[in-house]
């Protein structure tokens, strides 16, 4: 069983950066994919990003690239969610999650173990 709570959403101003945490707790935590997703209001959840278990490889869903960043801590229990240049169209609760598998893109709910989301406001 793995734990998950996320932690740095807040109200920015279009263009401005935020950056999220997502702490992970459970057995062996530091063996599993780490990602993030989001879901804006009247919107499916979609797949942010993820990062693998020693960090050495990500992806990202287009719509992020080149303005997101995914990292994690060395000891593996922890991701990071850098978001720069951001414009409304990112405001979204964004979930923290969890997977034993990497893959190159993720279905809506297509990790295993979710946190309960962190709410994040661009304003234009």
């Known amino acids: 069983q793995v734990q998950l709570a996320e932690s740095g959403g807040g109200l920015v101003q279009a263009g401005g950066s935020l950056r999220l945490s997502c702490q992970a707790s459970?057995?062996?935590?530091?063996?599993?994919?780490l990602g993030w997703f989001r879901q804006a209001p009247g919107k499916e959840r979609e797949f942010v990003g993820a990062?693998?278990?020693?960090?050495?490889?990500?992806n990202y869903a287009d719509s992020v690239k080149g303005r997101f960043t995914i990292s994690r801590d060395s000891a593996g229990n922890a991701v990071y969610l850098q978001m720069n240049s951001l414009t409304p169209e990112d405001t979204a609760v964004y979930y923290c999650?969890?997977?034993?598998?990497?893959?190159?893109?993720?279905?809506?709910?297509?990790?295993?173990?979710w946190g309960t989301g962190t709410l994040v406001t661009v304003s234009p």
């Open positions: 990062i693998n278990w020693s960090g050495g490889m990500t």
């Open positions: 999650a969890a997977d034993l598998y990497y893959r190159a893109n993720y279905a809506p709910y297509g990790m295993d173990y």
């Open positions: 459970g057995r062996g935590v530091s063996n599993y994919v």
